[in-house]
Protein backbone atom coordinates (compact mmCIF):
# COMPACT_ATOMS: atom_id res chain seq x y z
CA UNK A 1 0.00 0.00 0.00
CA UNK A 2 1.74 3.56 -0.76
CA UNK A 3 0.84 5.68 1.51
CA UNK A 4 2.48 8.87 3.71
CA UNK A 5 2.52 9.83 6.79
CA UNK A 6 -0.45 11.99 8.18
CA UNK A 7 2.10 14.62 10.55
CA UNK A 8 5.89 14.13 10.66
CA UNK A 9 7.07 11.55 13.52
CA UNK A 10 9.53 13.57 15.58
CA UNK A 11 13.35 11.89 16.11
CA UNK A 12 13.68 11.30 19.07
CA UNK A 13 16.99 10.45 21.57
CA UNK A 14 16.13 6.46 21.33
CA UNK A 15 16.89 6.58 17.62
CA UNK A 16 20.50 5.83 17.30
CA UNK A 17 22.62 7.34 14.70
CA UNK A 18 22.75 5.57 11.60
CA UNK A 19 25.11 4.19 9.06
CA UNK A 20 23.73 5.44 6.00
CA UNK A 21 24.95 4.30 1.99
CA UNK A 22 24.59 7.22 -0.21
CA UNK A 23 24.70 5.54 -3.87
CA UNK A 24 24.54 8.29 -7.03
CA UNK A 25 25.69 7.44 -10.45
CA UNK A 26 28.00 11.27 -10.10
CA UNK A 27 29.04 13.11 -7.27
CA UNK A 28 31.17 15.91 -7.11
CA UNK A 29 33.03 17.66 -8.74
CA UNK A 30 32.15 15.30 -11.12
CA UNK A 31 28.70 17.40 -11.92
CA UNK A 32 26.37 17.24 -15.00
CA UNK A 33 23.31 18.65 -13.78
CA UNK A 34 21.25 19.15 -9.76
CA UNK A 35 20.80 15.65 -8.44
CA UNK A 36 24.61 15.12 -7.83
CA UNK A 37 24.80 18.49 -6.10
CA UNK A 38 21.69 17.69 -3.93
CA UNK A 39 23.50 14.33 -3.18
CA UNK A 40 26.23 16.21 -1.75
CA UNK A 41 24.43 18.52 0.19
CA UNK A 42 21.88 15.88 1.75
CA UNK A 43 25.40 14.18 2.75
CA UNK A 44 26.62 17.10 4.32
CA UNK A 45 23.40 17.94 6.24
CA UNK A 46 23.31 13.70 7.40
CA UNK A 47 26.75 14.37 9.02
CA UNK A 48 25.83 17.61 10.66
CA UNK A 49 23.11 15.58 12.57
CA UNK A 50 25.22 13.19 13.39
CA UNK A 51 24.77 10.14 11.30
CA UNK A 52 27.85 8.32 9.53
CA UNK A 53 27.90 8.87 5.81
CA UNK A 54 29.33 7.14 3.03
CA UNK A 55 28.78 7.61 -0.81
CA UNK A 56 29.18 5.43 -3.52
CA UNK A 57 29.48 6.80 -6.78
CA UNK A 58 31.30 6.13 -10.34
CA UNK A 59 34.77 6.91 -11.43
CA UNK A 60 35.51 8.18 -15.12
CA UNK A 61 38.75 6.06 -15.72
CA UNK A 62 39.78 2.58 -13.54
CA UNK A 63 42.71 4.34 -12.38
CA UNK A 64 40.32 7.15 -10.95
CA UNK A 65 38.68 4.93 -8.25
CA UNK A 66 39.63 5.06 -4.74
CA UNK A 67 38.09 6.41 -1.52
CA UNK A 68 38.16 10.12 -0.63
CA UNK A 69 37.36 12.18 2.83
CA UNK A 70 34.73 15.04 1.48
CA UNK A 71 35.79 17.83 3.85
CA UNK A 72 32.12 17.51 5.12
CA UNK A 73 33.51 14.63 7.07
CA UNK A 74 31.99 11.40 5.01
CA UNK A 75 33.86 8.94 2.42
CA UNK A 76 33.40 9.18 -0.62
CA UNK A 77 34.18 5.78 -2.43
CA UNK A 78 34.26 6.44 -6.64
CA UNK A 79 34.35 2.41 -8.26
CA UNK A 80 34.54 2.40 -12.41
CA UNK A 81 31.08 0.84 -13.16
CA UNK A 82 32.31 -0.62 -16.80
CA UNK A 83 29.98 -0.61 -19.75
CA UNK A 84 30.25 0.20 -23.42
CA UNK A 85 31.46 3.59 -22.40
CA UNK A 86 31.00 5.82 -19.24
CA UNK A 87 28.44 8.01 -18.72
CA UNK A 88 30.62 11.17 -18.52
CA UNK A 89 30.56 10.43 -22.24
CA UNK A 90 26.28 9.97 -22.77
CA UNK A 91 26.14 12.66 -25.04
CA UNK A 92 28.94 11.86 -27.77
CA UNK A 93 27.84 8.19 -28.77
CA UNK A 94 25.84 6.67 -31.61
CA UNK A 95 22.15 5.76 -31.30
CA UNK A 96 22.85 2.05 -31.58
CA UNK A 97 25.82 2.09 -29.13
CA UNK A 98 23.06 3.99 -26.64
CA UNK A 99 20.64 1.25 -27.09
CA UNK A 100 23.08 -1.51 -26.38
CA UNK A 101 24.13 0.85 -23.04
CA UNK A 102 20.61 0.97 -21.71
CA UNK A 103 20.72 -2.91 -22.02
CA UNK A 104 23.59 -3.18 -20.32
CA UNK A 105 22.59 -0.82 -17.93
CA UNK A 106 19.78 -3.26 -16.69
CA UNK A 107 22.12 -6.51 -15.84
CA UNK A 108 25.46 -5.35 -15.03
CA UNK A 109 27.00 -8.16 -13.21
CA UNK A 110 29.81 -5.98 -12.16
CA UNK A 111 27.38 -3.45 -10.68
CA UNK A 112 25.70 -5.66 -8.05
CA UNK A 113 30.03 -7.16 -7.36
CA UNK A 114 30.89 -3.81 -6.32
CA UNK A 115 27.61 -2.77 -3.89
CA UNK A 116 27.98 -6.47 -2.62
CA UNK A 117 31.92 -5.50 -1.40
CA UNK A 118 30.96 -2.27 -0.44
CA UNK A 119 27.86 -3.20 1.93
CA UNK A 120 30.01 -5.79 3.34
CA UNK A 121 33.05 -3.43 4.38
CA UNK A 122 30.63 -0.49 5.24
CA UNK A 123 27.70 -2.67 6.99
CA UNK A 124 25.07 -0.14 6.64
CA UNK A 125 21.94 0.38 8.38
CA UNK A 126 20.25 1.57 5.40
CA UNK A 127 20.54 2.92 1.35
CA UNK A 128 19.57 6.21 -0.47
CA UNK A 129 19.69 5.50 -3.54
CA UNK A 130 19.86 8.42 -6.19
CA UNK A 131 19.70 8.45 -9.98
CA UNK A 132 21.03 5.28 -10.94
CA UNK A 133 21.94 5.25 -14.94
CA UNK A 134 24.88 4.63 -15.89
CA UNK A 135 26.02 2.32 -12.69
CA UNK A 136 23.28 -0.28 -13.36
CA UNK A 137 19.75 -0.28 -11.87
CA UNK A 138 20.27 -4.04 -11.14
CA UNK A 139 22.65 -3.23 -8.11
CA UNK A 140 19.34 -2.92 -6.46
CA UNK A 141 19.15 -6.46 -6.42
CA UNK A 142 22.05 -7.15 -4.24
CA UNK A 143 20.64 -4.45 -2.09
CA UNK A 144 17.43 -6.91 -1.81
CA UNK A 145 19.33 -9.81 -1.21
CA UNK A 146 20.57 -8.25 1.98
CA UNK A 147 17.48 -7.59 3.17
CA UNK A 148 18.72 -3.54 3.29
CA UNK A 149 15.96 -0.66 3.93
CA UNK A 150 16.14 1.80 0.99
CA UNK A 151 15.26 5.21 0.30
CA UNK A 152 14.99 5.89 -3.47
CA UNK A 153 15.21 9.79 -3.87
CA UNK A 154 13.43 10.97 -7.46
CA UNK A 155 15.03 13.41 -9.27
CA UNK A 156 13.87 12.66 -12.83
CA UNK A 157 12.19 10.29 -14.75
CA UNK A 158 14.65 8.17 -14.89
CA UNK A 159 12.59 5.02 -13.73
CA UNK A 160 9.75 5.43 -16.09
CA UNK A 161 11.80 6.93 -19.21
CA UNK A 162 15.72 5.99 -21.03
CA UNK A 163 16.09 10.26 -21.49
CA UNK A 164 14.76 10.50 -17.95
CA UNK A 165 12.71 13.19 -19.20
CA UNK A 166 9.35 11.98 -20.60
CA UNK A 167 10.25 14.68 -23.61
CA UNK A 168 10.63 14.24 -26.91
CA UNK A 169 10.23 15.77 -30.51
CA UNK A 170 9.77 19.17 -28.60
CA UNK A 171 7.10 18.72 -25.80
CA UNK A 172 6.68 16.19 -22.94
CA UNK A 173 5.11 12.69 -23.68
CA UNK A 174 1.77 12.14 -23.40
CA UNK A 175 2.47 8.09 -23.46
CA UNK A 176 5.41 5.90 -22.38
CA UNK A 177 7.46 4.66 -25.46
CA UNK A 178 8.00 0.85 -25.75
CA UNK A 179 11.73 1.20 -24.76
CA UNK A 180 10.75 3.17 -22.10
CA UNK A 181 7.85 0.95 -20.79
CA UNK A 182 10.10 -2.00 -20.74
CA UNK A 183 12.96 -0.39 -18.88
CA UNK A 184 10.25 0.71 -16.81
CA UNK A 185 8.84 -3.14 -16.14
CA UNK A 186 12.47 -4.21 -15.57
CA UNK A 187 13.44 -1.07 -12.88
CA UNK A 188 9.83 -1.60 -11.36
CA UNK A 189 10.92 -5.15 -10.72
CA UNK A 190 14.41 -4.73 -9.28
CA UNK A 191 12.68 -1.76 -6.96
CA UNK A 192 9.96 -4.33 -5.62
CA UNK A 193 11.90 -6.79 -4.92
CA UNK A 194 13.38 -4.92 -1.62
CA UNK A 195 11.41 -5.47 1.18
CA UNK A 196 11.27 -2.45 3.03
CA UNK A 197 11.44 0.48 0.30
CA UNK A 198 10.16 4.23 0.27
CA UNK A 199 10.43 6.51 -2.52
CA UNK A 200 11.12 10.22 -1.43
CA UNK A 201 10.69 12.99 -3.99
CA UNK A 202 11.34 16.90 -3.31
CA UNK A 203 8.27 17.80 -5.35
CA UNK A 204 4.15 16.43 -4.99
CA UNK A 205 4.27 16.99 -8.95
CA UNK A 206 6.89 14.18 -9.75
CA UNK A 207 5.50 12.50 -6.88
CA UNK A 208 2.04 12.25 -8.58
CA UNK A 209 3.53 11.61 -11.96
CA UNK A 210 5.18 8.55 -10.30
CA UNK A 211 2.14 7.40 -8.25
CA UNK A 212 0.48 4.56 -10.48
CA UNK A 213 3.96 2.84 -11.49
CA UNK A 214 5.10 2.27 -7.41
CA UNK A 215 5.39 -0.95 -6.26
CA UNK A 216 2.71 -2.39 -3.83
CA UNK A 217 4.13 -2.17 -0.53
CA UNK A 218 6.23 1.05 -0.74
CA UNK A 219 5.44 4.30 1.23
CA UNK A 220 6.21 7.76 -0.95
CA UNK A 221 6.78 11.17 0.94
CA UNK A 222 6.98 14.86 -0.62
CA UNK A 223 10.01 16.79 1.46
CA UNK A 224 12.03 19.78 0.07
CA UNK A 225 15.55 18.76 -0.87
CA UNK A 226 18.19 19.80 1.82
CA UNK A 227 20.56 22.16 -0.48
CA UNK A 228 23.58 23.78 0.88
CA UNK A 229 24.90 26.75 -1.60
CA UNK A 230 28.48 27.47 -1.59
CA UNK A 231 28.54 31.17 0.06
CA UNK A 232 28.40 34.10 -2.88
CA UNK A 233 31.64 36.27 -3.52
CA UNK A 234 31.96 38.63 -0.44
CA UNK A 235 32.01 41.68 -2.99
CA UNK A 236 28.57 42.76 -3.86
CA UNK A 237 27.97 43.63 -7.48
CA UNK A 238 27.26 46.91 -8.46
CA UNK A 239 23.52 47.81 -9.19
CA UNK A 240 22.26 48.25 -12.54
CA UNK A 241 22.01 51.70 -13.51
CA UNK A 242 18.87 53.54 -14.35
CA UNK A 243 19.98 53.54 -17.65
CA UNK A 244 22.22 50.34 -18.38
CA UNK A 245 19.89 47.48 -20.00
CA UNK A 246 18.45 44.79 -17.57
CA UNK A 247 20.84 41.66 -16.94
CA UNK A 248 18.63 38.92 -17.61
CA UNK A 249 19.87 35.26 -16.78
CA UNK A 250 19.43 31.84 -17.86
CA UNK A 251 21.59 29.27 -16.20
CA UNK A 252 20.98 25.16 -16.54
CA UNK A 253 21.13 22.87 -19.47
CA UNK A 254 21.46 23.99 -22.86
CA UNK A 255 18.84 21.32 -24.41
CA UNK A 256 15.70 21.55 -26.10
CA UNK A 257 13.79 20.53 -23.14
CA UNK A 258 14.80 23.26 -21.00
CA UNK A 259 13.36 25.48 -23.50
CA UNK A 260 16.70 27.42 -24.25
CA UNK A 261 15.78 27.92 -28.30
CA UNK A 262 11.72 29.01 -27.34
CA UNK A 263 13.39 31.51 -24.88
CA UNK A 264 15.93 32.88 -27.71
CA UNK A 265 13.10 33.06 -29.98
CA UNK A 266 10.91 34.82 -27.66
CA UNK A 267 13.73 38.00 -26.69
CA UNK A 268 14.73 38.19 -30.33
CA UNK A 269 12.33 40.64 -31.52
CA UNK A 270 12.41 42.45 -27.74
CA UNK A 271 15.72 43.13 -28.77
CA UNK A 272 14.95 47.20 -30.02
CA UNK A 273 12.86 47.83 -26.62
CA UNK A 274 13.58 50.96 -24.64
CA UNK A 275 16.68 50.22 -22.51
CA UNK A 276 17.29 47.17 -24.24
CA UNK A 277 18.88 43.96 -22.20
CA UNK A 278 21.91 41.58 -22.18
CA UNK A 279 21.26 38.07 -21.76
CA UNK A 280 23.68 35.24 -20.41
CA UNK A 281 23.52 31.75 -20.68
CA UNK A 282 25.35 29.66 -18.19
CA UNK A 283 25.51 26.12 -18.68
CA UNK A 284 26.13 23.28 -21.22
CA UNK A 285 24.40 20.61 -23.46
CA UNK A 286 23.86 19.37 -26.65
CA UNK A 287 22.76 23.12 -27.62
CA UNK A 288 25.43 25.29 -26.88
CA UNK A 289 27.85 24.82 -29.80
CA UNK A 290 25.17 25.28 -32.43
CA UNK A 291 23.59 28.30 -30.54
CA UNK A 292 26.42 29.94 -30.11
CA UNK A 293 27.28 29.18 -33.75
CA UNK A 294 23.88 30.83 -34.72
CA UNK A 295 23.58 33.66 -32.30
CA UNK A 296 27.70 34.66 -32.70
CA UNK A 297 26.62 38.32 -34.04
CA UNK A 298 24.11 38.83 -31.72
CA UNK A 299 25.09 41.72 -29.60
CA UNK A 300 22.29 41.25 -26.62
CA UNK A 301 23.38 37.39 -25.88
CA UNK A 302 26.38 35.47 -24.42
CA UNK A 303 27.14 31.86 -23.63
CA UNK A 304 29.68 30.56 -20.95
CA UNK A 305 29.49 27.03 -21.39
CA UNK A 306 29.93 24.92 -18.65
CA UNK A 307 30.91 26.80 -15.12
CA UNK A 308 31.82 25.41 -11.64
CA UNK A 309 28.67 25.21 -9.55
CA UNK A 310 30.48 28.10 -7.12
CA UNK A 311 30.66 30.20 -9.95
CA UNK A 312 26.97 30.12 -10.47
CA UNK A 313 25.95 32.51 -7.47
CA UNK A 314 28.63 35.30 -8.90
CA UNK A 315 26.45 35.19 -12.19
CA UNK A 316 23.27 35.58 -9.84
CA UNK A 317 24.43 38.56 -8.39
CA UNK A 318 25.31 40.32 -11.47
CA UNK A 319 21.96 39.53 -12.27
CA UNK A 320 18.81 41.37 -12.35
CA UNK A 321 16.17 38.59 -13.17
CA UNK A 322 16.35 34.85 -13.73
CA UNK A 323 14.75 33.03 -16.95
CA UNK A 324 13.65 29.30 -16.64
CA UNK A 325 11.93 28.62 -19.62
CA UNK A 326 11.74 24.64 -19.45
CA UNK A 327 9.17 22.39 -21.40
CA UNK A 328 9.41 19.11 -19.57
CA UNK A 329 8.56 18.23 -15.87
CA UNK A 330 10.74 20.26 -13.88
CA UNK A 331 11.24 18.36 -10.49
CA UNK A 332 12.87 21.09 -8.13
CA UNK A 333 15.42 23.11 -10.07
CA UNK A 334 18.22 23.67 -7.52
CA UNK A 335 18.96 27.04 -9.93
CA UNK A 336 15.87 27.97 -8.60
CA UNK A 337 16.53 27.65 -5.02
CA UNK A 338 19.93 29.26 -5.19
CA UNK A 339 17.62 32.60 -7.12
CA UNK A 340 15.79 32.41 -4.19
CA UNK A 341 18.43 32.43 -1.38
CA UNK A 342 19.95 35.23 -3.44
CA UNK A 343 17.10 37.37 -3.56
CA UNK A 344 17.11 37.09 -8.00
CA UNK A 345 13.59 37.39 -9.16
CA UNK A 346 12.17 34.62 -11.60
CA UNK A 347 10.09 34.58 -14.84
CA UNK A 348 9.63 30.12 -15.28
CA UNK A 349 7.30 27.88 -16.64
CA UNK A 350 4.32 26.46 -15.29
CA UNK A 351 5.14 23.43 -15.07
CA UNK A 352 6.24 19.88 -12.99
CA UNK A 353 7.15 20.94 -9.68
CA UNK A 354 8.24 24.88 -10.74
CA UNK A 355 4.85 26.36 -9.28
CA UNK A 356 6.07 24.90 -5.52
CA UNK A 357 9.31 26.84 -5.86
CA UNK A 358 8.01 30.05 -7.40
CA UNK A 359 5.76 32.08 -5.57
CA UNK A 360 5.57 35.72 -4.72
CA UNK A 361 9.27 36.05 -6.08
CA UNK A 362 8.90 34.81 -9.09
CA UNK A 363 6.12 34.99 -12.01
CA UNK A 364 4.89 31.64 -13.86
CA UNK A 365 4.09 31.40 -17.57
CA UNK A 366 2.30 28.72 -19.49
CA UNK A 367 5.21 26.65 -20.89
CA UNK A 368 6.06 27.28 -24.97
CA UNK A 369 3.21 30.24 -24.74
CA UNK A 370 5.27 32.50 -26.97
CA UNK A 371 2.73 35.50 -26.45
CA UNK A 372 2.16 35.35 -23.82
CA UNK A 373 6.37 35.11 -22.62
CA UNK A 374 7.20 38.61 -24.44
CA UNK A 375 4.30 40.32 -23.27
CA UNK A 376 5.49 39.72 -19.70
CA UNK A 377 9.37 40.31 -20.76
CA UNK A 378 8.37 43.10 -22.78
CA UNK A 379 6.69 44.78 -19.49
CA UNK A 380 9.52 43.94 -17.19
CA UNK A 381 11.93 45.48 -19.41
CA UNK A 382 9.69 48.87 -20.01
CA UNK A 383 9.85 48.97 -16.57
CA UNK A 384 12.47 47.28 -14.31
CA UNK A 385 11.71 48.88 -11.09
CA UNK A 386 9.13 45.92 -10.97
CA UNK A 387 11.50 43.88 -10.17
CA UNK A 388 12.47 45.51 -7.01
CA UNK A 389 9.30 44.11 -5.50
CA UNK A 390 9.99 41.06 -6.41
CA UNK A 391 13.18 41.23 -5.37
CA UNK A 392 12.22 41.09 -1.79
CA UNK A 393 9.28 38.60 -1.76
CA UNK A 394 11.73 36.09 -3.31
CA UNK A 395 14.57 36.49 -0.07
CA UNK A 396 11.63 36.68 2.21
CA UNK A 397 10.31 32.70 0.59
CA UNK A 398 14.40 31.97 0.79
CA UNK A 399 14.41 33.00 4.40
CA UNK A 400 11.50 30.07 5.20
CA UNK A 401 13.50 27.58 4.17
CA UNK A 402 15.57 25.74 6.36
CA UNK A 403 17.94 22.57 5.00
CA UNK A 404 18.29 21.37 8.14
CA UNK A 405 14.58 21.35 9.50
CA UNK A 406 14.39 19.62 5.91
CA UNK A 407 17.10 16.96 6.54
CA UNK A 408 15.25 16.23 9.76
CA UNK A 409 11.90 14.89 7.93
CA UNK A 410 14.12 12.96 5.47
CA UNK A 411 15.89 11.22 8.99
CA UNK A 412 12.33 10.70 9.90
CA UNK A 413 11.39 8.80 6.56
CA UNK A 414 14.74 6.91 7.16
CA UNK A 415 13.89 5.48 10.69
CA UNK A 416 10.32 4.74 9.45
CA UNK A 417 11.46 2.67 6.43
CA UNK A 418 14.58 1.10 8.80
CA UNK A 419 11.42 -0.15 11.28
CA UNK A 420 9.17 -1.50 8.14
CA UNK A 421 12.50 -3.82 7.53
CA UNK A 422 12.04 -5.19 11.00
CA UNK A 423 8.65 -5.52 10.14
CA UNK A 424 9.02 -7.56 6.92
CA UNK A 425 12.08 -9.67 8.56
CA UNK A 426 9.94 -10.33 11.58
CA UNK A 427 6.86 -11.67 8.95
CA UNK A 428 9.34 -13.18 6.48
CA UNK A 429 10.70 -15.63 9.77
CA UNK A 430 7.37 -16.30 11.52
CA UNK A 431 6.49 -19.78 11.16
CA UNK A 432 3.29 -20.40 8.91
CA UNK A 433 0.25 -19.77 10.79
CA UNK A 434 1.78 -17.76 13.46
Not at 8 to 18: C, G, Q, S
Not at 198 to 214: G, K, N
Not at 249 to 277: C, H, M, N, S, W
Request: charged share 20%.
Amino acid sequence: MIHSPPHPEPITLADPPLRILIISNLFPPCVMGGAELAAHSLATCLVRAGQTVRVLTSAPRPEDAGVETDPAGFAVERRFFPNIYPIYRAGETRPARKLLWHARDHFNPRSEAIVRDVIEHFHPDIVNTHDLQGIGYNLLREIARRSLPCVQTLHDFGFLCINMNMFKDGAPCTRRHLPCAASGFVKRAFLGSIPALAFWSPSQALLDQYRPHFPRHTEAACIRLPLLFPAPPRAAAPPRAASAPVRLLYAGQITQAKGVEFLLRALAPLADDPGGFELLMVGGGALLDPLKSRYAATPWVRFTGRVAPEEVAAYMLRSDLLLMPSLWYENSPLVIHQAAQLGLPIVASRIGGIPELVAEGGVLLPPGDLEQWQRCLHAMLAEPQKLDHLRAAARQCAAASDPHAHCAEVLRLFHRTLRAAGRAIAQQEAPAGA
